[in-house]
């Protein structure tokens, strides 16, 4: 079936060698880690024909987009071809669809085949979403594979996934079978540590437990020299550690938002899942309720502009400020108050209710030199052009640091059932919870901003911090006591 060689670097090729039950890959950016699956998911296939495989991932989104077309890569360039019944082209696998009747029948066939992958010799794949629990009930699977690991909550992978691999016990003697195995990146957040504990096992169970870690360093051969050389060239020296060298990052121990938790205050269940006509699942965003309006809240620097898409949800007993999006131009086309307004308006023009609320910090009144608009006037003018209806919010001063940081960390305590829920889209938030996980305070309750300085990923800085303070204050500063305040507007 197979009648192709494919190159494997040292460490995918020490993993797939590997004889383990357990194993796990942490792999920076360029490792060839998701090409590993493909390979991976190869060697099972030949290894338990008509068995049942798992592969799983925090989102169907994730699967569809990033791990499934790498993998499809990698079947490729071994030899194989999907399969096409409609226009009668054969092939060795399909994907989400009835496969043909030349295919082996699995030891136990799915009910449907929405969500598997089938094999022509009836190895068959079932794409596992954590964030939609119908793609997991009933499933018995003879192995598992786990894409981005550590974005699963340690209790989920304990107590739901893996306890899934239990098929077949007798009907294979591979060591793949009943195998687990993990595929992750170096984690950035606290939630994503326990990952690590791997390394542990391995080093006190070596029988049982595999672990390895790769750098974009040992898939040179398949990058060529330069693309190590470019990528610390462009990006900041942390960046780099971290995500192509797997540098390991340290927790930040004056950190300005202590009450921040990243596994209360993220949210990964924000997709909603539809067939198209051509049988091609779609996602769309599920946190964005269309009757209601957005509300933006700005950060203004010369270097990095940035903003975040929030709602109020209001329930029977509490209520939630979410932050749907975040959006930032860090170099512009045309200028970057007109650039990343566009890029809002470009993804949310089909927002139903137009109202858009605007907060911001106080340099949006700063006025531009050509035109002798502010900021704000200059977005509230491309917004009303596109058909919204903009109300500006943001109101003078911004907030003292003391008092943002009293009201920002009694809101993440959750202590008072009147106040909202503050949680985000980690979905679509890549960089705001890294930057809230990270950022330090300095003296009286002062943010230390010096994260913002030239040379450093400003993406991973303060400012989307600064956004979500921007909104929170004036929105909330009451449950500080007194009535809400109001700062003098002083346009530069």
Not at 378 to 407: C, T, V, W
């Amino acid at each position: 079936m197979i009648n192709k060689e494919v190159y494997v670097n040292e460490k995918q090729d020490q993993f797939l060698n590997a004889s383990q039950r357990y194993k796990d890959i942490i792999g920076g950016r360029g490792s060839g880690k998701t090409g590993l699956i493909g390979h991976h998911t190869l060697d099972k296939m030949i290894a338990l024909p008509r068995a049942k495989s798992g592969l799983a991932a925090l989102t169907y989104n994730q699967l569809l987009n990033n791990t499934l077309p790498s993998m499809e890569n990698i079947w490729r360039l071994s030899g194989l071809r999907e399969a096409k019944p409609l226009i009668r082209e054969l092939g060795h696998y399909i994907v989400g669809k009835q496969p043909p009747d030349y295919f082996a029948k699995p030891l136990q066939p799915p009910r449907n085949y929405q969500n598997v992958i089938s094999f022509i010799n009836g190895y068959h794949i079932q794409l596992i979403s954590m964030d939609r629990p119908d793609t997991i009930r009933g499933v018995s699977l003879d192995a598992l594979d786990v894409d981005e690991k550590g974005w699963v909550k340690q209790d989920e992978y304990t107590k739901v996934l893996s306890p899934l691999v239990r098929g077949n016990i007798h009907e294979y003697s591979h060591p793949l079978h009943h195998s687990n195995c993990g595929f992750s990146s170096m984690p950035w957040l606290a939630k994503q540590q326990w990952i690590l504990d791997a390394e542990v096992l391995a080093q006190n169970k070596s029988h049982k437990y595999f672990y390895i870690e790769a750098t974009a360093e040992d898939n040179l051969a398949v990058l060529g020299p330069e693309y190590l050389e470019d990528a610390q060239e462009r990006l900041p020296q942390i960046v780099y550690l971290v995500e192509y060298m797997n540098h390991r990052v340290k927790k930040v121990t004056n950190a300005f938002y202590p009450a921040f938790n990243d596994e209360r205050h993220c949210d990964y269940k924000t997709w909603d899942y539809d067939l198209n006509e051509a049988g091609i699942w779609i996602s769309k965003s599920s946190d964005v309720k269309q009757e209601l309006p957005l509300e933006l809240s700005f950060d203004f620097n010369a270097a990095f502009t940035s903003m975040i898409v929030c709602q109020e949800h209001s329930y029977a007993n509490y209520s939630e400020f979410r932050v749907c999006d975040e959006i930032y131009v860090e170099e512009a086309t045309t200028n970057l108050i007109d650039d990343i307004t566009r890029k809002f308006i470009a993804q949310y023009q089909a927002h139903q209710e137009k109202d858009v609320y605007i907060y911001g910090d106080r340099n949006g009144n700063n006025k531009q030199v050509i035109s002798g608009q502010t900021f704000y006037e200059r977005i509230q003018e491309l917004l009303r052009s596109a058909g919204f209806n903009p109300m500006l919010m943001a109101q003078g001063l911004d907030a003292p640091h003391k008092k943002r940081y009293m009201l920002i960390n009694d809101l993440l305590a959750e202590k008072n059932p009147r106040q909202p829920h503050i949680r985000i889209n980690q979905n679509k938030c890549k960089y705001l919870p890294i930057a809230l996980q990270l950022a330090p305070m300095k003296g009286d309750f002062e943010k230390d901003k010096s994260s913002e300085k030239p040379g450093n990923d400003q993406k991973r800085a303060t400012h989307l911090t600064d956004c979500l303070d921007n909104i929170v204050y004036p929105k909330y500063n009451h449950f500080l006591g007194g009535e809400s305040e109001y700062y003098e507007v002083r346009v530069a």
